[in-house]
């Protein structure tokens, strides 16, 4: 009895994990992708806005291996130096691919209500991001970032609305999260602003204030404030484009 109850969870255990692999080979996100599929998509996506992407990424690779070619002919032995520039080829061109992707990125949603969300979607695991935190009917949106370098609201928007909108959101998260005080700033290209491309790097570079438990903490009691929202009913990324959060983060 006992070994056909094991045959038969061995029997479902196999099922399930069939199962789950014809999934993440349909799935259209790309957390359930391959390494491998997510540089091609990836390389599809940018391409489409990046004409110039394919002579940079081989232009990478090139590099590498003439810079090879050349020390072989002065440091012998040349065909170890010429391999080495082989095995730098591939790590060059994925390089200027996340490099360049971020860039098709950005100029993909430039100018879109809710781009914010794209450069916060940039930073690494240690943020939590929430996108469209409010939003008012003429599309002002306040975004949010908590992680070690503090607690900020990003507006974007009509400057003159979104100082407002951002004032009321920062005093509402000062009370909630106590142990710290949001920095406010708001996306675009004018002076005081900071631009789309450069937003998840100034957020990165600023002192950090937080550690670990710290930012558990205010992350824990900014969801008590979030449980008080209405709920919007709006499409997840940058508005009004559907877009899925985790496309061209380059991982």
């Given at each position: 009895m006992a070994s056909e109850k094991a045959k038969e969870l061995a029997r479902q255990q196999k099922a399930a994990a069939k199962a789950e692999k014809l999934r993440r080979k349909n799935s259209d996100n790309p957390r359930d992708w391959g390494q491998w599929k997510q540089i091609t998509e990836t390389y599809k996506l940018s391409a489409q806005y990046d004409k110039k992407l394919h002579l940079y990424v081989i232009g990478a690779v090139?590099?590498?291996?003439?810079?090879?070619?050349?020390?072989?002919?002065?440091?012998?032995?040349?065909?170890?130096?010429?391999?080495?520039?082989?095995?730098?080829?591939?790590?060059?061109?994925?390089?200027?691919?996340?490099?360049?992707?971020?860039?098709?990125?950005?100029?993909?949603?430039?100018?879109?209500?809710?781009?914010?969300?794209?450069?916060?979607?940039?930073?690494?695991?240690?943020?939590?991001?929430?996108?469209?935190?409010?939003?008012?009917?003429?599309?002002?949106?306040?975004?949010?970032?908590?992680?070690?370098?503090?607690?900020?609201?990003?507006?974007?928007?009509?400057?003159?609305?979104?100082?407002?909108?951002?004032?009321?959101?920062?005093?509402?998260?000062?009370?909630?999260s106590r142990i710290v005080k949001p920095t406010t700033i708001i996306m675009g290209d004018k002076d005081g602003q900071v631009p789309l491309p450069k937003l998840a790097q100034h957020i990165k570079k600023q002192p950090k204030t937080l550690d670990a438990a710290q930012i558990a903490d205010v992350a824990s009691r900014l969801k008590g404030l979030d449980a008080m929202r209405p709920k919007v009913p709006l499409p997840k990324g940058p508005l009004p484009t559907r877009v899925s959060r985790n496309a061209m983060r380059g991982r």
């Open positions: 090139v590099a590498c291996i003439l810079l090879g070619v050349l020390l072989g002919l002065l440091i012998r032995p040349w065909w170890m130096w010429t391999l080495i520039g082989l095995m730098f080829a591939a790590p060059a061109a994925l390089f200027v691919l996340l490099q360049r992707s971020k860039k098709a990125t950005y100029s993909r949603f430039a100018g879109q209500a809710g781009s914010g969300e794209v450069a916060l979607n940039m930073l690494d695991k240690k943020w939590t991001t929430s996108p469209a935190i409010a939003v008012t009917r003429q599309m002002d949106v306040v975004h949010r970032a908590l992680g070690p370098t503090g607690l900020y609201l990003i507006g974007e928007g009509d400057p003159n609305r979104i100082k407002a909108l951002l004032a009321t959101e920062a005093k509402r998260h000062e009370q909630a």
